[in-house]
């Protein structure tokens, strides 16, 4: 009895190295149907399925910010039934808000909130009607906490997490269940995309400290961020794997151990101010503090690599 998983944004990234993760399960659990805007783009994806397409991978179109082609791709499937919808298509954008148009800013919230919405309005009827079914959405732990130039993407991911923190009391009604996965800077397309549209940015319309700091720091910092952090795609693949298999999965989780000092800063403090002044210090006295931290993160990625490459020693 295989569960149906529906996966959107699958032509890249974290979607297609979940799509071929889920469909190579060894006990082959699951029929994935993994989903993108545009099927000319399926080339990478068909490579990595495999010989699991046609067997426990098929692909099919669907854009996130279209009603009718959700409705005409769930329409497609079997007793339109999705057990597990994975909702993981998305859109970054970064740089000083007065350089952005309005119309920018509605494209990324009707991609990373609305389309989650559309999904849902779609497929939830369907869900609660047979009392079964795991929705599972790729956050951000920009969903927690902002992070400087990111305002409106960090905007999408809090709108996310505050739809699905309200809809989980009521789908706990219906035995549904929902998780959010929150990874932290993951080595994507994603992060070339966003940083090439950032390096071009129109700055006239920013005053020269503001320009400076996007810049100058931000900028500059980016890729050193995603090379220090950066997990890879199939690592956060291999965690939202582990929570679709789960029992009892959990209703946020954050895939990068790495990142959760910065979370936790929100958490203690109710005031909000500490994890501000922490990225402050972090962005403004970097040559100390943000040099000292990157380094005490590498140190720290060096060794969780060295004691799991111990592990992986010792059980073999
Ligand atoms: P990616 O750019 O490789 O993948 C995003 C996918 O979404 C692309 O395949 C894109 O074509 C697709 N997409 C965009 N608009 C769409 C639409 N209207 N309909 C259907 N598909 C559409 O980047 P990724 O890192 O794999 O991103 C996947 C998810 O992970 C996103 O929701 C992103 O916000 C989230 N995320 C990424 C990072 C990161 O650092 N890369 C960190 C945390 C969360």
Redesign the pocket.
């Known amino acids: 009895n295989q569960k149906v998983v529906l996966i959107?944004?699958?032509?890249?990234?974290?979607?297609?190295a979940l799509a071929s993760r889920i469909a190579k399960d060894e006990k082959k659990r699951f029929m994935v149907y993994a989903?993108?805007?545009?099927l000319s783009?399926a080339e990478p994806l068909v490579e990595a399925a495999g010989r699991t397409l046609g067997r426990t991978l098929e692909i099919k179109q669907?854009?996130?910010?279209?009603e009718e082609s959700i409705k005409a791709c769930v329409d497609s499937l079997p007793e339109r039934r999705v057990d597990i919808l994975i909702?993981?298509?998305?859109?970054?954008l970064i740089g000083p808000i007065e350089c952005q148009s309005i119309d920018e800013m509605k494209t990324v919230m009707d991609?990373?909130f609305f389309?989650l919405v559309r999904l849902l309005k779609e497929i939830l009827p369907d869900m609660k009607k047979r009392k079964k079914g795991h929705i599972v959405v790729?956050?951000?732990?920009?969903g927690i906490q902002g992070i400087l130039f990111n305002d409106v993407?960090a905007a999408s991911?809090f709108a996310v997490e505050g739809f699905c923190e309200s809809l989980a009391v009521q789908a706990l009604r219906f035995s549904l269940n929902i998780s959010l996965i929150?990874?932290?800077?993951?080595?994507?397309?994603?992060?070339r995309?966003v940083f090439e549209e950032g390096m071009k940015t129109d700055l006239s319309k920013a005053d020269k400290v503001t320009a400076d700091m996007f810049t100058n720091i931000y900028l500059k910092n980016y890729s050193q961020i995603?090379e220090t952090l950066?997990q890879t795609?199939e690592d956060?693949a291999e965690h939202t794997y582990r929570i679709i298999t789960m029992d009892n999965p959990p209703f946020r989780h954050q895939t990068n151990t790495l990142y959760t000092p910065m979370t936790t800063l929100k958490y203690a403090d109710p005031n909000g101010d500490l994890p501000i002044e922490t990225f402050y210090k972090m962005v403004f006295e970097h040559d100390k503090v943000f040099n000292a931290s990157l380094n005490f993160l590498k140190l720290l990625r060096w060794r969780s690599r060295k004691s799991f490459t111990l592990e992986k020693e010792k059980s073999t």
């Open positions: 959107t944004g699958c032509s890249s990234g974290i979607g297609l989903t993108m805007r545009n783009k669907l854009d996130v910010c279209s909702s993981n298509a998305g859109m970054g991609t990373n389309g790729i956050s951000s732990v920009m993407y991911k929150e990874p932290g800077p993951v080595i994507t397309e994603f992060e995309k995603f950066g795609a956060v």
